[in-house]
């Protein structure tokens, strides 16, 4: 079992930058894949990011492809989502997850999630 908190969320004004952290606890935390996803006021959780155990293999949606990256570094049981070019669109609560797939994009295939950090961003 893998357990996820999630750090470094805040306001920033567009255009701004931030980096989430997600420290994990737990066995094998390097043989999981990991995820962002959040989800924003009256709207349904949608895939953000993914990177394989390995960090060799990443997705992202569309809408944040380009502006985002995603990281890990297994030595220090953590991933992250480095956020650049932010826009108001990308206020949410961000939350990470872990999944026993290589690499996932749906919610379903994940199977421990964190509480989540809130991402607020001003126009």
């Known amino acids: 079992q893998v357990q996820v908190v999630e750090s470094g969320g805040g306001l920033v004004q567009a255009g701004g930058s931030l980096r989430l952290s997600c420290a994990a606890s737990?066995?094998?935390?390097?043989?999981?894949?990991m995820g962002w996803f959040r989800q924003a006021p009256g709207k349904e959780r949608e895939f953000v990011a993914a990177i394989s155990w390995s960090g060799s293999v990443t997705e992202y949606a569309d809408s944040v492809k380009g502006r985002f990256t995603i990281s890990r570094d297994n030595a220090k049981n953590t991933v992250y989502l480095q956020m650049n070019s932010l826009k108001p669109e990308d206020t949410a609560v961000y939350y990470c997850?872990?999944?026993?797939?290589?690499?996932?994009?749906?919610?379903?295939?994940?199977?421990?999630w964190g509480q989540g950090t809130q991402v607020t961003v001003s126009s």
């Open positions: 997850a872990a999944s026993n797939r290589v690499v996932a994009r749906l919610a379903y295939e994940y199977h421990y």
């Open positions: 737990g066995r094998a935390f390097s043989t999981y894949g």
